[in-house]
């Protein structure tokens, strides 16, 4: 059974940082894609960023250059560091993990959620 939990959402002031973290069980992080995804009130769930088993990266354009998605194969964990936090970053955060994907941008590419993490970044 694959279990993925999120923690390290919270409130911050704009301009501040968090590091959101995934921890995955059932599942090695290091042998399937896994992304973040964001939803906030009354919009769709959007995506922000993932990293692939070859450990390559891509990010939506509105955080590309403020966040940073990383894994610890170790610990069997993946990151989400995100700086420069605007207010319009304010959503529940997603973990998500894939078996096969075409470009990992798409919720229905990922077949095992998390329940998510609240941010929210005050003006």
């Known amino acids: 059974q694959v279990q993925l939990v999120e923690s390290g959402g919270g409130l911050v002031q704009a301009g501040g940082s968090l590091r959101l973290s995934c921890a995955a069980s059932?599942?090695?992080?290091?042998?399937?894609?896994m992304g973040w995804f964001r939803q906030a009130p009354g919009k769709e769930r959007e995506f922000v960023a993932r990293?692939?088993?070859?450990?390559?990266?891509y990010y939506a354009d509105s955080v590309k250059g403020r966040f940073t998605i990383s894994r610890d194969n170790a610990k069997n964990t993946v990151y989400l560091q995100m700086n420069s936090l605007k207010p319009e970053d304010t959503a529940v955060y997603y973990c998500?993990?894939?078996?096969?994907?075409?470009?990992?941008?798409?919720?229905?590419?990922?077949?095992?959620w998390g329940q998510g993490t609240q941010v929210t970044v005050s003006s």
């Open positions: 998500a993990s894939a078996a096969t994907i075409y470009t990992g941008t798409h919720t229905g590419e990922y077949d095992y």
């Open positions: 059932g599942r090695s992080v290091s042998s399937y894609t």
């Open positions: 990293i692939r088993r070859m450990s390559t990266t």
